[in-house]
């Protein structure tokens, strides 16, 4: 039998439009988190995720960047685990929901990316000046700033020695979600779409409780 593809709802995309400047969980997911009180390593996972994310800052030492990334990708991928984990601790019903079962692709880009730094080779840092505008009041201040963006970033770098992969997914989609990732990243810089991603994960996973 065939495995089947996975197909990608490009409208699930987060906007990226502002940035928050704490390094913790939007409200709403920890919110959502309290409400439903089952997975405290899971949510512990996501906030370790979020932190690794954005220790890569644009240091002058590419390789810090890079270990920060390499490092928050692994923790995300781990959220999975752990919430499989909480749920059959719990004795809940059913099966638990997968993080390959989302239709997401930034989810999945994530996904593709942790496994090649960690099986295949690091995703390649660079250094870029990303400009916010802050408002204070009635007062806007623009500030520039440090960020780290991956500067490698291709469909054959996703799919370096992942055959399963080259079944699972479509080269197009592939290349979509990685033009859409390469342009919203030079707006924070690429800690920040991480983070957003990982908030996306933990909202679906808690999506049926």
């Not at 995309?13 to 988190?33: D, N, Q, Y």
């Not at 979020?50 to 991928?77: K, P, Q, S, T, V």
């Not at 500030?143 to 799919?159: E, G, K, N, Q, R």
């Not at 479509?170 to 979509?176: N, T, V």
Request: aromatic share 8%.
């Amino acid at each position: 039998m065939a495995e089947q593809r996975i197909t990608f709802d490009f409208s699930l995309l987060p906007p990226v439009e502002s940035m928050g400047i704490l390094t913790t969980l939007a409200a709403e997911v920890e919110e959502r988190f309290d409400i439903v009180g089952l997975f405290n390593e899971t949510r512990d996972r996501a906030r370790g995720a979020l932190m690794l994310f954005c220790g890569a800052h644009g240091h002058d030492d590419a390789w810090r960047d890079e270990a920060y990334i390499r490092a928050g990708l692994n923790e995300f991928y781990s959220i999975g685990d752990a919430f499989a984990r909480e749920h059959r601790v719990a004795r809940l019903a059913g099966e638990p929901r997968k993080i390959l079962e989302s239709r997401n692709p930034l989810i999945h880009l994530m996904l593709l990316m942790r496994h090649v730094s960690v099986h295949t080779q690091t995703c390649t840092v660079a250094h870029h000046k990303a400009t916010v505008i802050s408002h204070l009041g009635e007062e806007s201040h623009e500030i520039t700033y440090p960020a780290a963006i991956i500067s490698d970033l291709s469909v054959d770098h996703l799919l370096l020695q992942r055959r399963e992969a080259k079944r699972k997914y479509d080269r197009g989609e592939l290349a979509r979600i990685v033009s859409w990732f390469c342009e919203k990243q030079m707006v924070f810089g690429a800690h920040e779409v991480f983070t957003e991603g990982t908030e996306l994960l933990c909202q679906e996973l808690l999506s049926n409780y």
